[in-house]
Nanobody, 118 residues
């Protein structure tokens, strides 16, 4: 059974930094594309950043230059380093794993709340 567990959320002041982690178990981690998504109150879930097994990355325009996604295959963990946080970054952040050889196999974590105060 594949499980994704996010951590690192909390309350941070605008301009501050936060690092999220997502540990994946029950899956061959290195063959996954990993993504971070977020959902703010009253809004749809949106892609924040993604990283492939080959370490190619892509980012939402709203976070480019401020957020960095990375992965540690030895620890089956993906990270999201968030700098220069803004109140509009407030959301529940979700981790997603997609099997690259079976893109129909998608797994989600339960999310971690990040609140950025002004």
């Amino acid at each position: 059974q594949v499980q994704l567990v996010e951590s690192g959320g909390g309350l941070v002041q605008a301009g501050g930094s936060q690092r999220l982690s997502c540990v994946v178990s029950g899956s061959f981690f290195s063959s996954n594309t990993m993504g971070w998504y977020r959902q703010a109150p009253g809004k749809q879930r949106e892609l924040v950043a993604a990283i492939t097994s080959g370490n190619s990355t892509n980012y939402a325009d709203s976070v480019k230059g401020r957020f960095t996604i990375s992965r540690d295959n030895a620890k089956s963990t993906v990270y999201l380093q968030m700098n220069s946080l803004k109140p509009e970054d407030t959301a529940v952040y979700y981790c997603k794993a997609t099997k690259e050889y079976r893109p129909d196999l998608v797994y989600w974590g339960k999310g971690t709340l990040v609140t950025v105060s002004s």
